[in-house]
Structures are given as C-alpha cells and as structure tokens.
C-alpha cells in the first residue's frame, strides 16, 4: 500500500509540473524533488518519465473505467475514459502534444485488447443466437481488432489534441453507431452467403 501511495504522490508533482511547463521539458530529478522523494526512489518505482507517464494513464483513465467491459457496454466504458481525460483537461493535452507516439502506443495496446474480446462476445453472441458469423482464424481477428483500434485511437489523440471540444458522450455514440453498421452489414454479408449455398 505504500508503494502505491508513493507512486500517487510521484503520478500528481508529474500532473502539477504539467500545468506549469511543457512535458518534453520536465526532468525526472524536478518530479522527484516536488514529490519530496529521492531519484532512487523514483527509478524503484519507474524506469523513466515515459514509464511513469503510462501508469498515469493506466490507473487514472483506463482502468477505472474498464470494469465490468462487454460488447455491449464498451462505448459507456470509451465515454467514462474520455470525461476522465476531459477532468485532467491541461496535463492530457500537454502530453499528447509532447509524446503523442508514446500515449498512442499505449491506447493502441490497450484498445486492440478491448476489441479482440469484444470480438470473442461477438462471436459468442453470434452462436447463442443461432447466427453464424463467417469464422475467422486469430490472425484475422487480431487485424480486425488492430484496424477498429487504429480508428478509435486515432479519433482519441485527435480529440485531445483539439482540445477536448466535443462532449465525450456525443464522441462515443458516434463511435458505437459506426461498429454497429459494421456489425449489421457483417451479418448481412453472412446472410447472403448462407443463402447462396
């Protein structure tokens, strides 16, 4: 429990430091001195700022809202996500301007998780309902997760980057209604090709 403690502390002079200079600008000695650690304990706790920076977004807007995840409550879990990034407004944008490909990665990663087991509920979904979704095998599945993650997160960083204009439930209804035409015209092309055989 102290560990945590101690990387909360580090996680918020990281926050603070980024509403007073630019994330590219910030050295792991100043985060270490605001939080009142020494630079060994820091690097106990994180390799480097970037490492830091990724738990920030893990702990503070990913998992929190990532409870409890189905097919069909993925886009209330995408809008938590974004009215979190929306409440740390200044430090999300700061960083995203600063180290976009390091935050992008780490939605990528994250994201292409989500939709390969949201793809499984799919698929699960499918069977229980005496549908037959056209099987695909997993290097298949994982392109199909990689490319509505591209998506998802390039919309993300792009939200962040314009600051944050459009309310993040406006942004994740959009994002549901573009899956479930895709997933209509996936059943549609399923339909079709039973029908010819």
């Given at each position: ?21 630019p ?9 270490a001195a ?6 060994q ?5 994180f ?7 990724k ?22 879990c ?13 430090f ?20 292409v998780?989500i939709?390969d ?20 095998d997993p ?9 509505f ?6 919309i993300l ?5 314009k ?9 994740a ?20 090709e039973?029908?010819?055989?």
């Amino acid at each position: 429990m102290e560990s945590l403690s101690t990387k909360r502390l580090i996680a918020q002079s990281l926050k603070e430091l980024s509403e007073e200079k630019p994330f590219d600008k910030i050295s792991v000695g100043e985060i270490a001195a605001r939080s009142n650690v020494n630079r060994q304990t820091f690097y106990y706790h994180f390799q480097d700022k970037y490492d830091l920076l990724k738990w920030i977004y893990k702990e503070d807007y990913f998992f929190p809202n990532m409870q409890n995840l189905n097919f069909d409550n993925w886009d209330q879990c995408l809008r938590g996500i974004l009215e979190s990034v929306r409440a740390d407004r200044r430090f999300c944008v700061n960083t995203i301007r600063h180290t976009e490909q390091e935050v992008t990665e780490l939605f990528l990663a994250d994201t292409v998780h989500i939709f390969d087991v949201a793809l499984d509920l799919l698929k699960n979904q499918s069977a229980e309902k005496e549908k037959t979704l056209r099987r695909v095998d997993p290097e298949e599945q994982n392109f199909i997760a990689r490319f509505f993650a591209y998506g998802v997160c390039g919309i993300l960083v792009e939200w962040i980057e314009k600051g944050m204009k459009e309310e993040p439930e406006v942004v994740a209804h959009r994002m549901r209604n573009l899956l479930n035409t895709c997933k209509e015209l996936a059943y549609k092309q399923v339909l079709e090709e039973n029908e010819e055989k």
